[in-house]
Nanobody, 123 residues
Framework: QMQLVASGGGLVQAGGSLRLSCAAS????????MAWFRQGPGKERELLAV????????YYADSVRGRFAISRDNAKNTVYLQMNSLKPEDTADYYC????????????????WGQGTHVTVSS
């Protein structure tokens, strides 16, 4: 399994933007579907966005579609999440995940998780 480390979180005002990064090591990044998740206080982990191995396909949850954008750089073994128009309800711990099983948009297929990064959006 790959090791994944997310970074880029922090404190931002509502309406602001953040860009999260997730660096992968210990595996073949380019053959993995990658995804971003979040878990807010007292909530279950939520799938936010998925990107295919070559970046040609993406998926977004309704809660972030139109505000967040997932991308990847296979040369740098890194996946990104650009977050715009942030809302207080986006406050959560953000994680990236990977799967070598194919392109899936269900959390149950993601078998590798990384260390999260915290995002706080103030009103």
């Amino acid at each position: 399994q790959m090791q994944l480390v997310a970074s880029g979180g922090g404190l931002v005002q509502a309406g602001g933007s953040l860009r999260l990064s997730c660096a992968a090591s210990g595996g073949t990044f380019s053959i993995n579907t990658m995804a971003w998740f979040r878990q807010g206080p007292g909530k279950e982990r939520e799938l936010l966005a998925v990107i295919s191995r070559n970046g040609a396909r993406t998926y977004y949850a309704d809660s972030v579609r139109g505000r967040f954008a997932i991308s990847r750089d296979n040369a740098k073994n890194t996946v990104y999440l650009q977050m715009n128009s942030l809302k207080p309800e986006d406050t959560a711990d953000y994680y990236c995940g990977s799967t070598g099983l194919g392109y899936y948009t269900d959390i149950k297929y993601f078998t590798s998780w990384g260390q999260g990064t915290h995002v706080t959006v103030s009103s």
